[in-house]
């Protein structure tokens, strides 16, 4: 069951992978300098964590899926997601533009020659298109959710890990936030995954993945736009409004 779970999880950072050599290959990955980590100051398990009701008094390997299902993402929000990704001699990082209100989110990111990818999806259907241009490509979603189309992993998914695949938890502090901190043991290929999820939003702030010791993924989200989404941020060029069409 736990390789099962765990092969989901490889499956999941794998179509995000995909994602990312398509944004390659469209040129919108640039070599650029590589997301420096804050440092993380880790806290002893029984420092407290506190999310409106929530107070976790300790967090360990035994404890965490307790404390992450009690955490849940913000209706609307705005912000930028950094992502970069490491190969063999090089590197490469891009920027997406996320907003989120109720089940609708939709990303922008800048190509590297100068156009612009939009994408809205629920979750069942998405909707791209470049530039201010008003052709529309409606696809359903399938396979690629939300936060494949952020390229950035479903830190839920932490809920499915067996005790035995969780190496570390704690309550650590990266910039300011307030995280609980996941991290992944060892599954057969060499890969290692690790969370830090905020406190204080529920949402992933910084990640990692790890292979044979060496990162390969990093992603950093370490703040929120002050301004909301508006049911302008989800409608399409043609003036079709989705959020009124739910």
Not at 181 to 187: I, L
Request: glycine share 6%.
């Amino acid at each position: 069951m736990d390789k099962r779970w765990r092969s989901q999880i490889t499956a999941a950072f794998l179509a995000v992978t995909v994602l990312v050599i398509a944004v390659m290959l469209s040129g919108t990955l640039h070599r650029t300098s590589h997301i420096t980590l804050p440092s993380s100051e880790q806290t002893p398990g029984q420092a407290a964590v506190t999310r409106d009701a929530l107070t976790v008094v300790e967090v360990t390997p035994e404890t965490v899926q307790t404390a992450v299902a009690t955490l849940s993402r913000p209706q609307e929000y705005r912000r930028t997601v950094t992502v970069e990704q490491l190969w063999t001699g090089g590197s490469g990082t891009y920027e997406t533009s996320a907003a989120v209100s109720g089940g609708w989110t939709r990303t922008d990111r800048t190509l590297a020659g100068g156009r612009v990818r939009h994408t809205i999806t629920d979750g069942e259907t998405t909707y791209i298109w470049y530039d201010s241009e008003t052709e529309v490509c409606t696809v359903a979603a399938g396979g690629i959710s939300a936060d494949n189309e952020q390229t950035i992993p479903t830190y839920e998914e932490i809920l499915d890990l067996r005790l035995e695949s969780i190496a570390a938890a704690d309550y650590r502090t990266i910039s300011g936030v307030n995280c609980i901190y996941v991290e992944t043991a060892e599954d057969p290929d060499g890969y290692v995954l690790r969370y830090w999820v905020s406190v204080d939003t529920g949402l992933l702030t910084v990640s990692e993945r790890m292979l044979n010791g060496e990162p390969v993924y990093r992603m950093a989200a370490l703040s929120l736009d002050q301004d909301l989404p508006t049911a302008e941020d989800f409608t399409l060029p043609d003036g079709t409004m989705l959020l009124e069409a739910e």
